[in-house]
């Protein structure tokens, strides 16, 4: 207006040309990120407080280059960066792939979904800058990590079959019978290679021993829904799902057979495994599991019961016991089921909460062995006591 006024020409198109870069910019910020493409890869199977390597692959899409490209990734609650997450690319070049990589760990085991990456790509001045969320979908899956029971039944001073001072009898393969020969599988100690066998068949042939009854060992978690006292890691699920996955672990590391109760919004799942190297079948049912269930302890351990035979022992690890359990037990003890109950107590995580106080003293009349586990019990060598307690 000023230059049209006073007929300056070259003024006119100086400023209107500075009105079009502006224009151009502020509309190139806009459409920038509308080309990039973000895809999220990270291990999908790792241990708690484990290291999760995360791959940020992003792409321009577009015909024309991108400039000053702000990539921030978001990570879910409790999972934490080890590494910066911010990055910043100068130039995206069209049909440009850039690989951004950065650690993290998670605190708490769970299934982790990730958010949106936030990213963001300016105009040639940098003058305009517009941050939009892209999905990049994925989820990581954080297994609980079980504690070594080996060293809490060897300071014990217990032998267990084929456990000694915590680690396996070498000179007597784990102290158990001999049943057979089959084929060699991955996880199977070279130890128990049968070479006569193997140089015959022309594969690799193991030793198998029969499984002594001490060590077959179930667990009934109890899932049951307002059962979850605490909050975040410190809370009485996270600890029953940590008791769980260690005594599953150890009767496995021992030769037994470790199986899994737990019941969720589709109702109860049964899981049995035989050995060690299918242990992430129960971890992976223990990563997932929440307080959703619709079945209290003892309808979770009556049903459990109709798997179950007199060479199992069986233990209920609930934070809620309800009324009917201690029937529940007494009823598997007449037919010889050895049952421990692992009580978290509830007030210790939160205060709030009810004290089951005279459904403990039920269960110890019904024949059931109860360990009280609080929030600053020390849980590995509370569950090197249940151990010593069935030998």
Partial sequence: MLALTHNAAAEYFMFSALAAVVLVSYASSRLSTRALEVRRRCSDRVFENDRLAVQ???????RFPRFLVDVADTLPQFMEAEEDRDFMIPTL????????????????RGVYRWSPVEISASDPFGVFQRFVPIEAHGEAVVYPRPLDLHGSVGRSGVELRGMSTGERARGSESGLDFYGIRDFSPGDDLRRIHWPATAH???LTVIEFDRGASENVAVVLDTMAGTEFGAGIDSTLEVGVRAAASLVHWTLASEGVGFLAVAGVDGPRWVSVEQLHREYEVLEVLARVSADGTMPASALLRWAARHLDPSVNVVVITAAPDDALPSVIGALQRRNLHVSAIVLEAQSFDPGAPEPRD??????????????????TDLQEALGGVIAGRA
């Fill in 93 to 108: 070049w069209p049909r440009e792939r850039v690989v951004l990589t950065y650690t993290a760990r998670a605190r708490k």
């Fill in 56 to 62: 940020l692959d992003v792409t321009n899409r577009g």
């Fill in 359 to 376: 459904v403990i003293d039920r269960l110890e009349a019904a024949g059931a062995r109860v360990i009280g586990i609080s929030r600053d």
């Fill in 201 to 203: 068949h022309g594969k």
